[in-house]
């Protein structure tokens, strides 16, 4: 059984930062890399970065590139998404994600990033 928990989201205004960390524990057959997703109300959730373990390549989406920082610890199982630079729009709740296979991924219960105007 494997657990992802997050941590860090808060309230912070807009032009403000946090850091969300994401800690993995229990037994995969492969992790192959770690990432973060959000889902604001009424909306489907979206991809938001990705960090894979070979040649820790990192992968963002286009509104958060420049304001959003991806990095991890492979060995520990954690990944971590800074986050500056904040605007209202970027409020959801950011769920953690790892990658153990092509269609095989683990998510976390999410955390609440409130950014208010």
């Known amino acids: 059984q494997v657990q992802l928990v997050e941590s860090g989201g808060g309230l912070v205004q807009a032009g403000g930062s946090l850091r969300l960390s994401c800690a993995a524990s229990?037994?995969?057959?492969?992790?192959?890399?770690m990432g973060w997703y959000r889902q604001a109300p009424g909306k489907d959730r979206e991809f938001v970065a990705r960090?894979?373990?070979?040649?820790?390549?990192?992968y963002y989406a286009d509104s958060v590139k420049g304001r959003f920082t991806i990095s991890g610890n492979n060995a520990k199982n954690t990944v971590y998404l800074q986050m500056n630079s904040l605007k209202p729009e970027d409020t959801a709740i950011y769920s953690c994600?790892?990658?153990?296979?092509?269609?095989?991924?683990?998510w976390g219960q999410g955390t609440q990033v409130t950014v208010s105007s």
């Open positions: 994600v790892l990658y153990s296979g092509a269609t095989s991924r683990y």
């Open positions: 229990g037994r995969t057959l492969a992790n192959y890399g």
């Open positions: 960090l894979s373990w070979s040649g820790n390549i990192t």
